[in-house]
């Protein structure tokens, strides 16, 4: 079992930044990914964006130029710093953790923060 606790959402001005991070506890693998989605009302929870622990990333295409994501291999903690805030990306942001190593390939999920983006 793995626990995630998310830090860093709030309410922020366009244009401005926010820092999220999340922790995994656990039974953690030494081969897994971390990564932050986010469900804005009435729409489908998307990818964010992840980083392996050998340090590939994904990025959605609306983010990744403002958004950059990092972790921290030793503190199990991923990181996503939040430049250039739009009022679209107000959502709740959940922590992922799933494993890429077999046999089982688990998800888990942090219980999400918000991020508010005012106009």
């Known amino acids: 079992q793995v626990q995630l606790v998310e830090s860093g959402g709030g309410l922020v001005q366009a244009g401005g930044s926010l820092r999220l991070s999340c922790t995994a506890s656990g039974s953690i693998s030494s081969i897994n990914a971390m990564g932050w989605y986010r469900q804005a009302p009435g729409k489908q929870r998307e990818l964010v964006a992840a980083?392996?622990?050998?340090?590939?990333?994904n990025y959605d295409d609306s983010v990744r130029d403002r958004f950059t994501i990092s972790r921290d291999n030793a503190k199990n903690t991923v990181y996503l710093q939040m430049n250039s805030l739009k009022p679209e990306d107000t959502a709740v942001y959940y922590c992922?953790?799933?494993?890429?190593?077999?046999?089982?390939?688990?998800?888990?999920w942090g219980q999400g923060t918000q991020v508010t983006v005012s106009s």
């Open positions: 980083i392996s622990t050998g340090g590939s990333t």
């Open positions: 992922n953790y799933k494993e890429l190593r077999g046999p089982n390939f688990p998800s888990y």
